[in-house]
């Protein structure tokens, strides 16, 4: 069985895809048909990544370094070799575990919520789509094989968050996103042509293999930074860092399952599974991999400083998960595979553990997404309180909850990679992320009901994916305890069983239950009135409560100079271009309404014309060169 | 003495008068005719090439006469043409035919 | 054939066709145009024994006579009745065409003016006619029978174009 399911690795991602193709050209009508096809073909997918994982995972030592790879060519012509194929080593069994058990969930969780959508045979396709291109992601062996079902996650992510496609919101939303991440992938794209130029391959393993050396291929260190940076664009994108983390938010504008999906599992961890991929190419540039440490630690503070502020529940969710990248992103910088990807993998299960239960809210208030419209939802609907007070545990990183094992993780590299700043910085980020998140959860569900509100529990189907990844979420970090544990298998380089200095935990701890009691203070026992704290911040508030208004200054650039310089452009094309092309036309016209007069349609006058042609041919030629009008005519001796 | 530049001139005068003919006449049967004239100034060119550089043989009469066979295949169909044209316009003046205008 | 007949037959029949050509161009009368188009063939005919042709010269009696009468016969036929005096006029390009054709002439007459063609070579042979039946079925055998073709199809071709047209409704 393990056997089987390693070498037919490549069914993960092809059964998601044959379910949207089924979906899409057979069972459309069908909502049941379509959503048993697409659960069964996921969950199927499911225990195969199981099953690679127990292979790869039970083989030890043996594809830590060296991974499980095959691959069938795709297409070569002479200095290009590309090949599609499957590459298992601990991080992508890992990846398949979390993708397809989060997009299992989600997809049991849409039967509830979704239901009696008008939409809901295409939802699941779209779903199945997603799933299908970031498993394919996963497994990708080379840069361009990521390249494809990068593109492919990105249309899927179009697709959904603009599932209803009748709101103006949501087809804005999924615009910002799709053009949002296309100036990533630009960059993206630009990286891997130069990596293909220099080295000549794009696979990961031949990659890794002569990066280091980088000066026998008549590259210096600064042209290697540059190519690593212009390879980081297409995560700041894809994974919502700073600048480019404004379509984020927004893509909540898509059903909430959707959110799940982008935000826990799929889209937005491609981009720090990108750069997890390519680490190799960041220890060599070592300045590349500063800048990516240091953007992925001030994306970290800066999201969390918004979440302060939010009032909807959605969105305080969505730059929490920026900030959570920024935090995986950071430990890429610092040079850790293994705290980045444990970040991944815990914060797969709470953030999806949290936008479900946010879902579930929702669906409880019949459309209220402001957090002070709520109250007391603790005693009407226990079971999504409860599991939502376990991801907030685990987001702020209470012991043992996951989130404790990953941001210790994170803060040890930080701390002995000397990045002394970039710790103090994820410290802080980790207080504000406890108190904007039990913010959220005091307003929500503790308090006073509000009588206007008629909150009802949630299904069944909606409520087994809360309780299965609230259990993940209080044991996914117990993962890093044994001897040979996270950091042994998922690791680039040799294997540190560091351990966090007591002062370390407990200045972590205590930052998270800080935040957690000034929440508390706050807005649950009110002893802090939180009005007083808004107006003493002043200015600060505001910039927070509006995003520091990136997205308006993103707007002033577009109105001012794209439509500025569309402006001047259309006015070129107008009087230039078109002038031209009109005065072309218009001389030939007037040039054809004299000539044609030329035209008399008498055969007599054309012959004419042709044997006066003759003459004044041969008179032209004997004029210039009798000798040569001689040879020509065919005269002389 | 007559030399061959006789007939070639001989030749070039008739062609020129054909010429004329052709492109100034109005009636479509004496087009015709002025393309006879000169389809014979080819023949006496052909036929007297023949006789004084090849005398033994006279490959340039074998020509003639092929050129004899088109000019009555010529003379065939373009009459039947003037009568196809005279049917749909009841005319043989050339100068009452311009459709290849425009 | 001495040097002084031959000359002077070559001026004689020369003389008449050019006139004769002259004549079909300029007359007036479609009908003297015909007539003087035989009267020019025969000059031709003349030029061709002079020139050994017997065949051709017979060929050009036979068919071109043949030819011209029923040109003649349709010249008449379609031309209006009572101006037949009128039939054959010049159009509007007639100077300009005279300039052109004698812009022609003298042409041709430069280049021949610069070739030296050289001296008889030799007698003819006797029996032309048997020589030309041997080229006819040895080297020209091809072109020979094409020609049959040319002619058949020209024919119908003709035959079909004449043919009144039939109302297809």
């Known amino acids: ?637 | 003495m007559i030399g061959l530049g006789h007939f070639l001139v001989l030749g070039a005068l008739l062609f020129c008068i054909g010429l004329y003919g052709a492109l100034t006449k109005r009636n479509a049967v004496a087009v015709l005719m002025s393309i006879e004239l000169m389809l014979n100034a080819v023949n006496i060119n052909l036929v007297a090439f023949s006789r004084y550089l090849t005398p033994d043989y006279i490959a340039g009469q074998v020509f003639a006469v092929f050129t004899i066979i088109v000019a009555a295949a010529e003379v065939a169909v373009g009459l039947a043409i003037v009568i196809a044209i005279y049917r749909d316009r009841l005319s043989v003046e050339l100068d009452d035919f311009d459709w290849l205008k425009w | 054939m001495s040097d002084a007949v031959f000359t002077v037959a070559f001026y004689v029949f020369s003389a008449v066709t050019v006139l004769a050509a002259l004549g079909v161009v300029l007359k007036k009368n479609l009908v003297h145009s015909a007539l003087l188009l035989i009267l020019a063939f025969v000059g031709v005919a003349g030029i061709y024994v002079l020139l050994q042709a017997d065949f051709i010269a017979a060929v050009q009696i036979l068919v071109y006579a043949g030819a011209v009468a029923i040109l003649v016969a349709f010249g008449v036929m379609l031309t209006k009745r009572g101006d037949i005096r009128e039939s054959n006029l010049a159009n509007r390009q007639k100077w300009p065409a005279l300039f052109v054709v004698a812009g022609v002439f003298a042409v041709i007459y430069a280049l021949l003016g610069q070739t030296n063609w050289g001296p008889l070579a030799a007698a003819g042979p006797e029996d032309s006619v048997g020589i030309l039946a041997t080229l006819m079925l040895t080297d020209f055998v091809v072109p020979f029978e094409t020609a049959a073709i040319l002619l058949t199809v020209a024919m119908l071709g003709a035959i079909v174009i004449a043919k009144e047209v039939k109302n297809s409704k």
Request: proline share 3%; hydrophobic share 55%; net charge neutral.
């Open chain 1, 1 to 637: 069985m393990i056997e089987f399911a390693m070498q037919k690795a490549w069914l993960i991602p092809f059964l998601p895809f044959l379910s949207f193709v089924l979906i899409g050209l057979i069972t459309k009508r069908s909502e049941k048909l379509s959503a048993f096809i697409s659960i069964a073909c996921i969950l199927t997918s499911f225990v195969l990544a199981i099953l690679v994982a127990v292979g790869i995972f039970g083989a030890g030592e043996e594809f830590i370094e060296k991974s499980f790879e095959y691959s069938a060519r795709w297409f070569s012509m002479p200095g290009l070799e590309i090949s599609m194929g499957v590459k298992l080593d601990p991080v992508s069994s890992m990846m398949l575990f979390v993708v397809t058990l989060v997009a299992s969930l989600v997809q049991i969780y849409s039967l509830g919520y979704m239901h009696g959508d008008p939409g809901f045979s295409r939802f699941f396709a779209y779903l199945s789509l997603f799933a299908a291109s970031m498993l394919g992601l996963v497994i990708a062996t080379n840069l361009l094989q990521m390249f494809v079902f990068w593109e492919l996650v990105g249309l899927c992510s179009y697709l959904l968050i603009g599932y209803y496609y009748f709101k103006v919101s949501a087809r804005e939303a999924a615009k910002k996103a799709f053009m949002t991440t296309r100036i990533g992938d630009f960059g993206m794209l630009l990286g891997i042509l130069f990596l293909q130029i220099v080295f000549g391959t794009l696979n990961f393993t031949e990659l890794a293999e002569i990066v280091p050396k980088y000066a026998d291929y008549g590259i210096t260190l600064g042209t290697l930074n540059l190519i690593a940076i212009l390879l980081f664009i297409g995560p700041v994108g894809k994974s919502g860092q700073f600048p480019l983390h404004v379509w984020l938010p927004d893509a909540m504008e898509g059903p909430t399952p959707v959110s799940a999906l982008i935000h826990a599992a799929t889209m937005v961890v491609a981009g720090v599974y990108l750069v997890g991929r390519t680490l190799f190419l960041y220890k060599t540039a070592t300045t590349a991999a500063e800048v990516v440490a240091y953007v992925g630690g001030f994306t970290a503070f800066f999201a969390a400083t918004i979440a302060l502020t939010q009032i909807e529940m959605k969105r305080i969710l969505a730059y929490s998960t920026v900030s959570q990248l920024g935090y995986m992103i950071m430990a890429l910088g610092v040079g850790s595979l293994t705290a980045s990807m444990f970040q991944l993998f815990t914060h797969a299960f709470f953030k999806a553990l949290m936008f479900l239960g946010a879902g579930s809210v929702l669906h409880a208030m019949h459309g209220k997404v402001n957090v002070w419209d709520f109250g007391g939802l603790r005693k009407k609907m226990p079971y999504t309180a409860w599991t939502f007070v376990i991801g907030g545990l685990a987001i702020a990183g209470i012991w043992p909850f996951a989130g404790f094992y990953s941001k210790d993780e994170i803060l040890l590299e930080a701390f002995n990679t000397g990045h002394t700043g970039l710790f103090w910085l994820a410290v802080i980020t980790a207080a504000m992320t406890a108190f904007y998140m039990w913010r959220m959860i005091f307003l929500t569900f503790f308090g006073e009901e509000k009588a206007e509100n008629h909150p009802h529990e949630s299904p069944f189907s909606m409520l087994l994916p809360l309780f299965v990844l609230a259990f993940l979420s209080v044991v996914g970090g117990w993962v890093a305890l044994p001897e040979h544990g996270w950091g042994y298998y998922i690791r680039l380089g040799e294997h540190e069983a560091g351990h966090a200095p007591a002062w370390m935990i407990a200045t972590a701890t205590t930052a998270a239950v800080g935040g957690i009691a000034l929440a508390a203070a706050m807005y649950w026992k009110k002893i802090i009135s939180y009005e007083a704290v808004g107006k003493a911040a002043g200015p600060l508030y505001t910039l927070s409560f509006n995003k520091y208004f990136i997205d308006e200054f993103y707007l002033w650039i577009n109105h001012t100079i794209v439509d500025g310089l569309g402006r001047l452009l259309y006015w070129v094309d107008i009087y230039v271009v078109d002038g031209i092309v009109n005065g072309l036309g218009f001389f030939t016209k007037e040039a054809g309404a004299v000539l044609r007069h030329t035209q008399t349609g008498r055969l007599q006058n054309y012959a004419l014309i042709l044997f006066a042609a003759v003459v004044v041919l041969v008179l032209y030629m004997y004029f210039k060169s009798p000798a040569a009008a001689m040879i020509v005519l065919g005269g002389g001796n």
